[in-house]
């Protein structure tokens, strides 16, 4: 389990450069492509196509999560209809996502409980989200802030490292960034953060040799943990 320890609040110019890090983020991001589970989530916010995307896209490239997803959905776009499959062809329809026959036991039976708890509906709270077995952390705040705009912090491998490497956090896991970032992270950008940052991690702030040298923030970043960049 995280440390659960709460962080000093920011002082006035710390403050300052996070917002000023974020103003300069969602200009950035503009010039590269959304997420694929973003993109799903501007295509209506149907809050039941966001969470199987995002189950979807664990430790899967947004080019597989895409198009899996796309399929998927023309075979059950509800969770009544994705009950009614057997996982080989929920497994077929995703494939190749990682662990793709896990997943797809995993899509349906999160489906079912959806049906049996929740009367087939999304939940809109993170305390329910994370009841159905397979739904973690990651992908509760996800649903939650993406298809019902209520405040969560989805942190994923993106998120926890460049978190770090800014310096806003010093955390071992993407668990323990969470409530770190919830207890300093001002409320306003706690929505937006994931999106940016993830886009920021695909296409400049790598996790090996990042792109330092055409970074929009590099001024901002003390480069915590990184030995080598471009």
């Known amino acids: 389990m995280p440390s659960r320890a709460v962080p000093p ?61 796309v399929r998927l959905f023309r075979l059950a776009a509800t969770p009544e209809a994705m009950v009614r499959l057997p996982p080989q062809a929920i497994a077929r329809a995703i494939y190749p996502a990682a662990f793709y026959r896990t997943k797809a036991r995993t899509l349906r039976a999160v489906c079912r409980a ?45 998120v926890h490292r460049i978190a770090n490497r800014l310096g806003l956090v010093r955390t071992k896991t993407p ?11 001002p409320r306003r950008h706690w929505i937006p953060l994931n999106d940016l940052l993830v886009a920021f991690g695909q296409n400049l702030c790598r996790p090996l040799s990042p792109f330092c040298s055409r970074c929009p923030i590099a001024r901002l970043c003390p480069r915590v943990g990184v030995a080598r960049h471009r």
Do not use: M, Q
């Open 114 to 158: 959806l049906l049996d708890e929740f009367g087939g509906r999304v939940p809109d709270a993170l305390e329910d989200l994370l009841r159905p077995k397979g739904v973690g952390r990651k992908t509760a705040n996800l649903v939650v802030t993406l298809a019902y705009g209520r405040p969560g912090i989805c942190v994923d491998t993106h």
């Open 9 to 69: 609040p920011p002082s006035r110019r710390e403050r300052a450069r996070i917002d000023a890090i974020v103003a300069t983020l969602k200009r950035t991001v503009r010039e590269w492509a959304p997420t694929a589970v973003g993109a799903i989530a501007r295509d209506g916010g149907d809050p039941f196509r966001i969470l199987i995307s995002c189950l979807i896209s664990l430790r899967t490239p947004d080019r597989v999560t895409g198009p899996a997803a």
């Open 175 to 185: 668990e323990a960034t969470e409530f770190a970032l919830r207890a300093t992270l």
